[in-house]
């Protein structure tokens, strides 16, 4: 098994950000991940969105992050959407619940 | 027994986790086990960085050993930090659910993974330090 390093691309859009993770989204590079999200997170003109099909790894921390995400998002009313889950890690967020929240999004 | 030893810092999990998917290959494991172990064993470590000792108090270490035992594998995590709270009775049903975005907890999620992905988690504070030990039971 080789490990693999985390990797953050951002792309913005006419009408959305997205931001897609490969590699292993763990405690190291929350700091990275959170800046990175700073300065899309008040943009409500925009669709965040989260795309994970590179990503081959995720821990209780990444999680936490897509969960103060989402509350930002819908607290500002702003939608936000995760993309492209791979099945190792949506089992992870079926056993936390967190898929509940994902599949509703905040764009209402 | 193999036994590993990391600086108590974030940057080293991943090594732990390559160690996991040795020794667990080793033995056998299914891909979903050995997937279920690393997120497992990789929460008992952010709990042993988190709440290790700082490097202002002298740093810390952590001791990650991997027992093979006749019913399958247990993996014991070993830091010199506080003891932290474990309770059990709490985490019987996914932690986020039925509640609203704006009151969903950020945190606190590691100890319930360790608890669903493994089939034993036990919690040992003394002066020492604080165990974790996480058991997984060969499938058939």
Known sequence: ?108 | MIRLQIPSHADYIDIVRVCLYGVASKLSFSYEDIEDMKVAVSEACNNAVLYGRSKEEGGSLIDVSFQPTEAGITIIVKNDGPPFEHRESELASPPLQGIEISELPVGGLGLYLMEALMDEVKVQSGENGTEVILTKYASE
Do not use: C, H, W
């Open chain 1, 1 to 108: 098994m080789k490990s693999q390093q985390f990797q953050i691309d951002q792309k913005e859009t006419s009408d959305s950000y997205v931001i897609s993770l490969g590699g292993e989204l763990d405690l190291s590079v929350v700091t990275q991940l959170r800046s990175a999200l700073e300065p899309v997170m008040e943009r409500a003109d925009l669709n965040l969105v989260l795309n994970l099909r590179e990503l081959t790894y995720i821990d209780s921390t990444g999680i936490g992050i897509i969960v103060s995400i989402l509350k930002y998002r819908d607290g500002i009313n702003a939608p936000f959407a995760v993309k492209e889950i791979p099945p190792s890690i949506q089992r992870l967020f079926d056993l936390t619940g967190i898929s509940g929240y994902l599949a509703e999004g905040t764009d209402k």
